[in-house]
């Protein structure tokens, strides 16, 4: 089974708009992070939330966590075309090991 | 701000081949670990490291990989003998505590082509 799949696999929006991509997950977790990667470049760590945590902001990003749906969203508001890249959630389930899940390819239109 | 480096950017070897892939993490950080990331594929862990020893390490680190700080600054991945579907962006990352309680720092990756 897999661990961390987010949906949609992609999407397409205007500059201005919300993007929402959620996640959904498999085993317990101690904790669910969101990461952002630009095309052929390396991993931004965005936010964590914790377990015992349902909702986390920063900046423009709103994230969920609903552990009795094993489910995650992450919300950009206002969308600009620097925030175009691939975003990952990850799981971490209290040993050393992360599982990201397939990521969703965000498309912004300036 | 302090960030992980790796080297080279870009290697490029013959099948059965060995690599080595060499990262510098963040100074204070404690543990390390390595991805990697298949072309339009998810990333993988491949394994953890703390106190100079392996702490988890999934299936896809089989005998032909092996990693090793060989002194206070480096913390290195090697290939034995590379295959085809070695090919990969390999990412290294690190962090002050272990996963999960705190952020992970990547590095910019080191894209791995098997030939």
Redesign the interface.
């Given at each position: 089974s897999q661990q961390g799949e987010e949906d949609p696999q992609a999407l397409s929006i205007q500059e201005g708009e919300n993007a929402t991509m959620n996640c959904s997950y498999k085993t317990s977790i101690n904790n669910l992070q969101w990461y952002r990667q630009n095309s052929g470049r390396g991993l931004v760590h965005l936010i964590l939330i914790r377990s015992n945590e349902r909702e986390k902001h920063s900046g423009r990003l709103r994230v969920t966590l609903d552990t009795s749906k094993k489910s995650s969203s992450l919300l950009i508001t206002a969308s600009r075309a620097a925030d175009t890249a691939s975003y990952f959630c990850a799981t971490e389930d209290g040993g050393f090991k992360t599982i990201f899940g397939a990521g969703t390819r965000l498309f912004v239109k300036a | 701000e302090p960030e992980v480096t790796q080297t080279p950017s870009h290697q490029v070897t013959q099948m059965g081949q060995e690599v080595i892939l060499r990262c510098v993490p963040i100074s204070n950080h404690l543990?390390f670990?390595w991805?990697r990331q298949i072309l339009g594929?998810?990333?993988?862990?491949l394994v953890?490291f703390?106190n100079n020893e392996i702490?988890?390490k999934?299936e896809i680190f089989d005998d032909q990989f092996s990693v090793e700080r060989p002194d206070g600054s480096n913390f290195t991945l090697k290939i034995r003998s590379t295959k085809l579907e070695d090919s990969a962006m390999y990412?290294c990352?690190s962090s002050e505590m272990?996963?999960?309680?705190?952020?992970?720092?990547?590095?910019?990756?080191t894209r791995l082509t098997v030939t």
């Open positions: - | 543990y670990y991805y594929q998810k990333v993988e862990f953890s703390y702490s988890e999934s990412f990352a272990v996963a999960g309680l705190i952020e992970q720092y990547f590095g910019p990756g």
